[in-house]
């Protein structure tokens, strides 16, 4: 047996000793803490010394994005000598594989761990299959452990059992004539998730990883308003608990069993203050180059815990923020998509069995715990870009074309064309084009009295997961949209609602997008041809909505009025704080979104007239 596969049968241990079953029977035979293992080779029979540095490499958020993303959702933004900002080309698993097995290299101790939604709102190469292709991926990189993110529950429990466990879809079967899927040789962690009947988490809330009596333990958690974010169904059963108290709970558990060095992969994330990923977060203090929940909720984690690996934002950040004891503890996330990935050194003390932190270092400058001020010491953790100018894993390349040829056939048929490209994940602006195209869609697709009567159709932003890009890639053509881009655009394939609300209800989800849970971090609506209104935003929650000035093909709203509205599911279920939108009544079930996306595009674009972009002017934003 060669040494990647002792490590990859010693992965398989630790993830079946971690593994989940289905949501009726989860972890009740699972054992306390699971065994780890380690990245290099040659033990030695010397004397150790007494500390001995421990490489941890992260990454978050890859979302099953196997070949490099396309579009602005495919370039990291780096800040220059100069000051200016330069947009680099990033991501593709091929190239974060050669990345990870580089930065390993001269590392005897090293630990691969992610931040979670790894699967999820995958483009089609990954999505078609229910992500069994990114789980292999995961497999050849040597990924050690992850937490889980909200979109692991996409499909619900069951389906994240089985991409743990293996097992051929229950629906679909094989997708390979002789192969049968195997699932994740790492281990999935949700400390903070738990079966609503039996109490109990659904996954193991921690591992540790052990090698040469070297022990450091990580706990996993994702955010607890997942179930506002994820599908009612995807949640079904399960109930998701306070991300502070659960990770400080296992971190006192870990103590006792003498595991004093912990990492908390957590999937929950903030924004700093630059969108450049070497920007220096600390300067001038700890603290102060990064905003959101992660803040806070690093402020109250046990300084048991050594060092926060988080995600769900998709932002980078190197950044230190003081734990409840005032000592500086480093807290990083590495964007999304597989573009950046960070390298951490924890210096592990044999004597102590904890991390020396009397001096953490983090994004090019180190903060003592006394004064933090710099020190005159190189970084231990920085986000480093996955280029593309690298040589490709060649084990990647060959896992890649095995599934593009399963998909092709489907993939590759033309949905429609268009004349530039059409941002969405990428819009820099609150109304994003391919927003207003996408509710345009299921407008026209949802208006006949037949299908639904509607007059008007939203679009959660976070549903829409890329950019149409007018160059052309692989074989089709410039401004040929495929199937397999139209279905990175919409993945979820979420069935399209119709329903009765009042107009009152309508401008209530309105403000709903700028108070409430969404008052620090609006989610603006993307909203059908015929809508119209104003956001000032120099106002406060749910005032930011002009409320005179919303109009719907010129009138406007009657509050006692009912309207007939197009929603995803997700929306229709009251998802990301739209309680007034998932109070509607008389609701028919249409077509899914996505097949309504390509109806629109077949019925509006041919290749001597493609489809412009759509104009933003539906939404008057005051800044």
């Not at 452990?145 to 679909?172: I, K, S, W, Y």
């Amino acid at each position: 047996m060669s040494a990647t596969q002792k490590n990859r049968a010693s992965r398989r241990v630790l993830a079946a000793a971690a593994g989940l079953a289905t949501v009726g029977a989860l972890v009740a035979a699972m054992p306390a803490g699971a065994q780890g293992h380690g990245h290099g080779k040659g033990h030695g029979h010397h004397t150790p010394a007494r500390t001995v540095d421990v490489q941890l490499l992260s990454f978050n958020d890859l979302h099953g994005n196997l070949e490099p993303p396309s579009g602005s959702a495919g370039t990291v933004n780096e800040k220059q000598a100069d000051g200016t900002v330069k947009a680099v080309p990033a991501g593709g698993v091929e190239y974060l594989a050669s990345s990870l097995r580089a930065a390993r290299k001269g590392h005897p101790y090293s630990i691969t761990a992610a931040g979670g939604d790894m699967v999820g709102a995958s483009p089609l190469l990954s999505g078609l299959f229910h992500d069994e292709p990114t789980i292999e991926a995961l497999n050849k990189i040597d990924l050690d452990v992850t937490t889980v993110g909200n979109h692991e529950f996409d499909e619900g429990a069951t389906e994240l059992a089985r991409l743990q466990n293996g097992g051929c879809h229950p629906v679909e079967g094989c997708y390979e004539q002789g192969k049968k899927f195997e699932g994740a040789d790492f281990p999935y962690l949700a400390a903070n998730v738990t079966d609503e009947k039996t109490g109990k988490p659904i996954l193991k809330p921690y591992t540790v990883w052990k090698k040469n009596g070297v022990k450091i333990g990580f706990i996993g958690v994702t955010l607890e308003g997942t179930p506002n974010i994820v599908t009612a169904n995807g949640v079904k059963g399960l109930k998701f608990h306070d991300e502070i108290e659960t990770v400080n709970k296992y971190a006192k558990e870990l103590d006792r069993q003498g595991v004093k060095s912990i990492v908390t992969l957590i999937h929950e994330g903030g924004a700093p203050a630059s969108s450049s990923y070497n920007y220096d977060c600390d300067s001038p203090a700890a603290g102060d180059g990064i905003s959101g929940p992660i803040t806070e909720i690093a402020k109250g984690i046990s300084p048991k815990v050594d060092a926060l690996v988080t995600g769900h934002t998709h932002q980078a950040y190197v950044c230190t923020i003081p734990d409840p004891a005032g000592n500086p503890r480093l807290v990083t996330s590495a964007s999304s998509f597989g573009k950046l990935y960070t390298d951490t050194t924890l210096t592990y003390d044999r004597r102590t069995k904890d991390i020396v932190r009397t001096a953490v270092k983090g994004s090019g400058s180190a903060k003592s715990s006394q004064h933090h001020r710099p020190a005159p010491a190189n970084p231990v953790s920085a986000n480093h870009v996955v280029t593309r100018d690298q040589a490709k894993a060649t084990d990647m390349t060959a896992l890649i074309a095995r599934w593009n040829t399963l998909a092709a056939p489907i993939a590759s048929r033309p949905q429609g064309f268009i004349s530039a490209d059409i941002n969405g994940r990428g819009a820099t602006s609150p109304e994003k084009p391919l927003g207003n195209l996408i509710a345009d869609a299921q407008l026209e697709g949802l208006a006949p009295a037949d299908k639904g009567g509607a007059v008007v159709a939203f679009m959660n932003p976070g549903g829409i997961r890329a950019d149409l890009v007018y160059k052309a890639s692989g074989s089709e053509g410039d401004g040929v949209v495929t199937y397999g881009e139209s279905f990175t655009v919409q993945p979820f394939t979420n069935m399209m609602n119709v329903v009765d609300l009042t107009g009152a209800q309508l401008v209530s989800a309105l403000q709903q997008q700028v108070s409430g849970s969404n008052e620090a971090s609006p989610k603006i609506l993307q909203v059908s041809k015929g809508l119209t209104y104003t956001l000032d935003m120099t106002k406060a929650g749910a005032d930011r909505v002009v409320t005179g000035t919303i109009k719907l093909n010129g009138e406007a709203i009657d509050p006692a009025k009912s309207y007939r509205v197009a929603m995803n599911e997700f929306l229709a279920g009251g998802g990301d704080g739209f309680a007034a939108l998932g109070a509607g009544t008389n609701k028919l079930v249409g077509a899914s979104d996505l097949d309504l996306f390509n109806a629109y595009l077949a019925a509006h674009s041919t290749a001597a007239a493609p489809l412009d972009p759509p104009a933003t002017d539906r939404i008057t934003i005051v800044q």
